[in-house]
């Protein structure tokens, strides 16, 4: 299975029905909740893609120049920037697209109660927790832990913007838990099911060096399903926090001190 069949098969035939779904939801004048009425949803989505095509470059980058995974020559296009190949930048913006715009049609038909009541425990305690993971994962780096290598890179990059996310707004994202979770825990599962299938088939394969050698059924190996669970957790918090008119009035003293200064 080359990378551009996997990518068509799996992530563009879903795209293009979330695609007409969303279409026939602006056609009709289906809006999100009032509470979620702060953005234009395509200015949103559109700008999480940028975020995930900066943001994931390097890192992505540099797994495969240090070999934590690589891809075979003869399923890509041969166009490469830097180490990684084209499908590979791709994925990113088609994956961000799929997991926006499907989070926007849950969030249009999802009942959300519309009180929302701040809790900056919750915020705290949330971002201590993964704080902790995340100091975890960066010691199997410093430690030169061969087996955690991948694990520890993942949760590296990516925990560190999930901290933030908490620590803004863990209770707004406590407010809309359904459908966050919904989305997030659909498409981390779908995607590491497709996945399993891709490595089965050689698209790419992961260093068993450099990972734990832990295997879900189908062979995909666990650090793969934690990937996709970050991955979707950055884009339905970040969507989510962004319209929530919640986030609108949390950050507008903040803005306003600014501007002050």
Known sequence: MTYFGFLAIFVGIPLVIV?????????????LPKTLQTWNPWVVIWGHVLVAVVYTTPWDNYLVATRVWWYDPNLVTGIVFGWVPLEEYTFFVLQTLLVGITMIIVLRRWQVPTMF????GLRLHATLIVGIIWIASIALLVFNVEAGTYFGLEMGWALLPIMLQLAF????LWHYRKPVLTVLIGF???LSAADTLAIASGTWTID???????FLPGGLPIEELVFFFLTCTLVTFGVTLVLAEASQERAMPVLKFRLLR
Request: hydrophobic letters at 40%; proline letters at 3%; zero cysteines.
């Open 208 to 214: 068993p060096a450099q990972s734990f050698n832990i």
């Open 117 to 120: 009541v701040s809790n900056n």
């Open 188 to 190: 981390a599962l779908y």
């Open 169 to 172: 707004g863990a209770d707004i």
């Open 19 to 31: 695609w007409a779904i969303n279409f026939a939801d602006e056609r009709n004048n289906r809006e």
